[in-house]
């Protein structure tokens, strides 16, 4: 009987040990994440509601729903850099409803015709550049009745660097993408000054980061825009679920070699919170959604430029009902 209770205290003995070390290597990772998070480049946006065109009844709406709105944007900032005089060549909105555990990536294609604070009618990718981040959030805000507080900004270069930390992302090239994308490769590659990697064949395959923001930039093969919102939806995706399945274990290497590349207005905190709730509740569902929708947007030339015109009331109610709602949207 002795020898019972002391093989069972020892086993209490090594359980405790063992639990001890992993709260350990937790408490060890969560600090070494935190203090890595001081490489993001920290970006600011008003604290003020009216500035950044979240409307109070809006707000008080969205206040039940748990879901947390990040404006997502893509620049290529080789001239201008991630603030002002770069368009966002992508822009999407990241919700994180933790009510459906699902991740929700929207799309907006950047020629949509809509209203820019202080500079009228215009395409929504042209407020990033009249105001950065501020008036590009202020812009998705007032057009479709959001609430976003945060962004995160990324230029392709280190967008490239992101998915080489990731190990590359599994993507079907078709064939007549190819010259495209190895266009775009001999482009940058003489930027950054080194060897060009080529995409030498189609069929589904790992791209680096070179090639991967090749394929994401690919703008004339296919149904144009609408194609190239989906490829960097593609992308994205691939990239979140290298990230989503690596663990809590391997979220301090992944952020080391991500945020420097990184611009956004979150503060350590909730970049740390953000991604341990999403970790922790095991969210990996993703599901897509574009404005406007196949159908509900037509090309105009408006005093001599070509907008994607569509009816903002639809794309609103649309955009509410894939975000909060748990089914998807019908045109």
């Known amino acids: 009987m002795r020898n019972r209770k002391k093989k069972m205290s020892k086993k209490k003995k090594v359980l405790i040990s063992v639990l001890s070390i992993l709260l350990c290597l937790v408490l060890v990772g969560g600090l070494y994440t935190y203090i890595q998070l001081n490489k993001v480049k920290s970006g600011t946006l008003s604290q003020n509601d009216s500035d950044l065109g979240i409307n109070n009844t809006v707000e008080q709406e969205l206040k039940s729903k748990d879901v947390t709105n990040i404006a997502l944007f893509g620049v290529d900032s080789r001239e201008a850099g991630m603030d002002k005089g770069s368009r966002s060549d992508s822009i999407m909105i990241l919700s994180i409803d933790k009510e459906h555990n ?5 799309s907006i294609m950047r020629d949509m015709y809509v209203s820019v604070d202080g500079h009228g009618k215009t395409k929504i990718t042209h407020a990033y550049a009249y105001g950065g981040p501020q008036l590009a959030v202020k812009t998705i805000n007032e057009n479709f009745n959001m609430n976003i507080k945060d962004y995160a900004t990324v230029d392709f270069f280190g967008l490239e660097k992101i998915i080489n930390s990731v190990g590359g992302v599994q993507i079907d090239v078709e064939k007549a993408e190819i010259p495209v994308m190895n266009n775009y490769i001999t482009e940058t590659s003489k930027i950054e000054k080194k060897t060009p990697d080529y995409v030498k064949n189609s069929g589904l395959q790992n791209l680096n980061g070179s090639q991967a923001v090749a394929y994401a930039r690919i703008r004339y093969v296919g149904n144009a825009d609408y194609e190239r919102t989906e490829r960097q939806r593609k992308v994205l995706e691939q990239v979140i679920k290298k990230v989503t399945s690596g663990g809590i274990t391997k979220l301090p290497s992944l952020i080391n070699a991500m945020l420097p590349f990184v611009e956004t207005s979150m503060s350590k905190t909730d970049i740390l919170g953000t991604g341990t709730t999403v970790l922790a509740k095991k969210i990996t569902t993703l599901q897509q959604f574009r ?38 949207p019908k045109n």
């Open 291 to 328: 404005l406007p929708e196949d159908g509900l947007g037509q090309g105009e030339t408006i005093n001599k430029v070509y907008y994607l015109v569509a009816d903002l009331n639809v794309a609103k109610a649309h955009l509410y009902k894939f975000i909060y709602e748990e089914e998807m």
């Open 102 to 106: 699902k991740l929700k990536l929207t």
